[in-house]
């Protein structure tokens, strides 16, 4: 997505910015996924989900959807925010975006969505944490926005400890 704004010389320049799902994972912890990394949104029933045993909490399961097996993640744990841990939505329902890195797929189990929001690319800070990207400060909100890195997400996903239970 792109924006105009003016020059100092009254040139009208397009202004690029890049498009992110705002999801809430905690009722005061946001996240804004790049909507490039996106597939789909799915509302499941908590009965279509198979957990595997032996794995890190963070990976819930494995779901049929269409006829293709797709691990369902807690974004939550992954980021090893506090209260994490239990069902993420409603008891009978969750919500899971699919996130897509090169062919591959992962849901990310989310509480809510928030809708898209567009930042120009100059506006993202560096973040500490390994599995986000970035940050964007939002107006007048006085937390920033962290940006959820869905390479770093497939990556963690290779490491030898998820499978093992032992993080």
């Known amino acids: 997505m792109s924006g105009f704004c003016v020059n100092q010389t009254g040139w009208i320049l397009e202004r690029m910015t890049v498009d992110f799902f705002q999801v809430e994972l905690e009722p005061d912890w946001r996240v804004a996924i790049p909507l490039e990394h996106t ?10 989900l198979c957990p595997i045993p032996g794995l890190t909490p963070a990976l819930l399961g494995i779901s049929n959807q269409r006829g293709r097996l797709l691990w ?19 008891p009978e329902k969750s919500t899971a975006i699919v996130l897509t890195q090169g062919g591959l797929r992962v ?3 989310v ?34 926005l962290p940006i959820l890195s869905v390479e770093r997400i497939f990556q963690w ?3 030898p400890t998820v499978l093992t239970g032992l993080v």
Do not use: Y
């Open 107 to 109: 849901a990310g189990v």
């Open 39 to 48: 597939a789909e949104v799915l509302s499941l029933a908590w009965s279509e």
């Open 72 to 90: 369902m993640l807690d974004l939550g744990l992954v980021l090893n925010l506090p209260g994490c841990g239990e069902r993420v939505g409603s």
């Open 111 to 144: 509480k809510a969505l928030k809708g898209i929001v567009s930042f120009d690319p100059q506006e993202i800070q560096p973040h500490t944490h390994p599995c986000l990207t970035g940050q964007v400060l939002q107006g007048t909100t006085p937390f920033p």
């Open 157 to 159: 996903l290779q490491e």
